[in-house]
């Protein structure tokens, strides 16, 4: 399975990549590589992915996620979003 294929709230373990050496050392600066367990918080446009890795959210692109191979550990509960830019009503209900 691929990262661009789970769904929202997967518990998934980074197996392996396909990039270039220079791409690798970037992607494990990040604190992604093989071994590491992150759950799926938000599905982005055109396939992407945000990760949550150890309290930390990570943006992953579709072209990223589809080169990450990975294996699903559990399916959590989804994170309701919160933010204004997401929920205008609900942010605006929050602080009345």
């Known amino acids: 399975m691929y990262l661009k294929d789970c769904p929202i709230g997967a518990e998934v373990c980074l197996l392996s990549s396909d990039f270039d050496e220079p791409t690798c050392f970037r992607l494990r600066e990040l604190g992604l590589s093989s071994g590491v367990c992150a759950r799926i918080v938000q599905r982005a446009p055109f396939g992407g992915r945000v990760l949550s890795i150890a309290g930390q959210r990570i943006a992953i692109d579709g072209g990223t996620a589809r080169r990450f191979a990975v294996e699903l550990t559990g399916i959590a ?17 929050l602080t009345a």
């Open 77 to 93: 509960a989804p994170v309701a979003a919160t933010s204004m830019a997401v929920a205008p009503q609900r942010a605006a209900e």
